[in-house]
């Protein structure tokens, strides 16, 4: 394994720096030593980079970028097969616990067996028959002729079955597309996350009507410092983040700052109830307005106000309000005030924004979307509309109700 570990650090992929060598490094001899378990990302920074005990891991995203960088390292070395001692090291994705292998030996090469070609088979010229039109001569020639066209054939579509394998990999998913500028391990994003409104400071949609705040629901009189619908959201969007390496810090709305927002890429959850959504969604075509109605309004037509937030009485013993539609709003775009990408996951109240988040991390509702827009989606500033029916406070399936790209 030591052997392996030289072979590796003196590899073009590594040979150059002194980071990845010395990360590679450390990692394996401790697990070398049986002390794999203890290899953690805060232990690393200390040892290796020389951080100090207390250091922020989520500000200083240092080991897990090198982490990132080692692994694609690796997977190139181990591509190009340069290794020749018979063992392995791999580095899984999550994980800074290396994976030491003995690799299995490569057959022994057996070279085929060649015949040599048949000798030219004269024929005596009896009357009546040629070497021309002998059976078994004709049967042979044939044979001899379709074995290469075959051999074409079939090489042909290996290649181009290769060839079309290669642009389905390549080929990237709309999640994929959806998250372009927000999966590089080398930034750390911000998420924004609104506070729960205080009943005193309730207006709108939930003071409409001559109900008074006694008769709102529960999960509104309740107020919790964070709405579990924006966690829901939250996790949906820290999911890829994680999957792909990225740190992310996550900051109450009311506490962030324009310089905060600079440079980076930034995630915000949550509709009218966070600060910098309203901010940043006011000069697109998509924005929410509380004119008469809480709603999706879109400055193209803004008479129209079906994309709502609809609550309805319920009647009888205990008669109280409750949500029966939501609206929200997915957009990833670059915004000039920030300088970088911005995505907005946004409903107009808790159940939109949950139904966005969930809208953001499924491969299965985006492809919906691509159906809908052109192949070079990625690359441009999007607005999606989503729509969603509530039952007893429970969020249905989100349903697209409009897009633009700009």
């Known amino acids: 394994m030591r052997a392996e570990l030289r072979a590796i650090v003196a590899s073009p992929y590594f040979r150059n720096?002194?980071?990845?060598?010395?990360?590679?490094?450390?990692?394996?001899?401790?697990?070398?030593?049986?002390?794999?378990?203890?290899?953690?990302?805060?232990?690393i920074g200390i040892e290796v980079f020389g951080r100090p005990a207390d250091y922020d891991t989520n500000s200083d995203p240092t080991v897990r970028n090198t982490a990132s960088e080692v692994r694609k390292r690796l997977s190139l070395y181990h591509a190009e097969s340069i290794s020749s001692t018979g063992v392995g090291i791999y580095l899984s994705l999550g994980s800074?616990?290396?994976?030491?292998?003995?690799?299995?030996?490569?057959?022994?090469?057996?070279?085929?067996?060649?015949?040599?070609?048949?000798?030219?088979?004269?024929?005596?010229?009896?009357?009546?028959?040629?070497?021309?039109?002998?059976?078994?001569?004709?049967?042979?020639?044939?044979?001899?002729?379709?074995?290469?066209?075959?051999?074409?054939?079939?090489?042909?579509?290996?290649?181009?079955?290769?060839?079309?394998?290669?642009?389905?990999?390549?080929?990237?998913?709309?999640f994929e597309k959806l998250w372009t500028g927000f999966l590089d391990p080398s930034q750390t994003v911000l998420i924004g996350l609104p506070q729960a409104p205080a009943p005193a400071a309730l207006d709108g949609p939930f003071m409409a009507g001559p109900l008074t705040k006694e008769e709102l629901p529960s999960w509104i009189k309740d107020n919790p410092d964070i709405a579990a619908e924006d966690v829901s959201a939250i996790i949906h969007a820290s999911k890829p983040l994680m999957e792909h390496d990225v740190a992310y810090r996550i900051q109450m709305d009311s506490n962030i700052t324009l310089t905060d927002m600079r440079d980076r890429p930034v995630i915000?959850?949550?509709?009218?109830?966070?600060?910098?959504?309203?901010?940043?969604?006011?000069?697109?075509?998509?924005?929410f307005s509380s004119m008469n109605l809480l709603h999706v309004e879109d400055s193209q037509n803004p008479q129209?106000?079906?994309?709502?937030?609809?609550?309805?009485?319920?009647?009888?013993?205990?008669?109280?309000?409750?949500?029966?539609?939501?609206?929200?709003?997915?957009?990833?775009?670059?915004?000039?005030?920030?300088?970088?990408?911005?995505?907005?996951i946004a409903g107009a109240g808790r159940n939109g924004t949950e139904a966005a988040g969930e809208f953001v991390a499924s491969n299965e509702l985006l492809k919906g979307l691509e159906k809908r827009l052109p192949s070079d989606w990625k690359n441009k500033n999007l607005e999606v509309v989503l729509k969603t029916k509530v039952i007893d406070g429970k969020t249905g399936s989100p349903s697209i109700e409009a897009t633009y790209l700009w």
């Open 268 to 287: 915000l959850i949550g509709g009218p109830s966070n600060l910098w959504t309203t901010k940043l969604l006011a000069p697109l075509r998509f924005h």
């Open 17 to 43: 720096s002194k980071r990845y060598p010395a990360f590679l490094s450390y990692i394996v001899e401790k697990t070398l030593q049986g002390e794999g378990s203890e290899i953690k990302e805060r232990l």
């Open 304 to 344: 129209f106000k079906e994309w709502a937030y609809v609550l309805s009485k319920v009647s009888g013993p205990g008669s109280h309000l409750t949500v029966v539609q939501d609206c929200a709003i997915v957009a990833r775009f670059h915004d000039p005030t920030t300088g970088g990408v911005v995505m907005v």
């Open 96 to 174: 800074y616990q290396p994976e030491l292998r003995f690799e299995p030996e490569p057959p022994p090469f057996h070279p085929e067996t060649t015949f040599a070609e048949p000798a030219e088979i004269s024929l005596p010229n009896v009357s009546g028959v040629s070497t021309e039109t002998a059976p078994g001569v004709a049967k042979a020639s044939r044979a001899r002729l379709k074995w290469p066209i075959w051999a074409v054939l079939l090489s042909v579509l290996f290649v181009g079955g290769g060839l079309w394998a290669l642009v389905l990999h390549l080929q990237k998913s709309p």
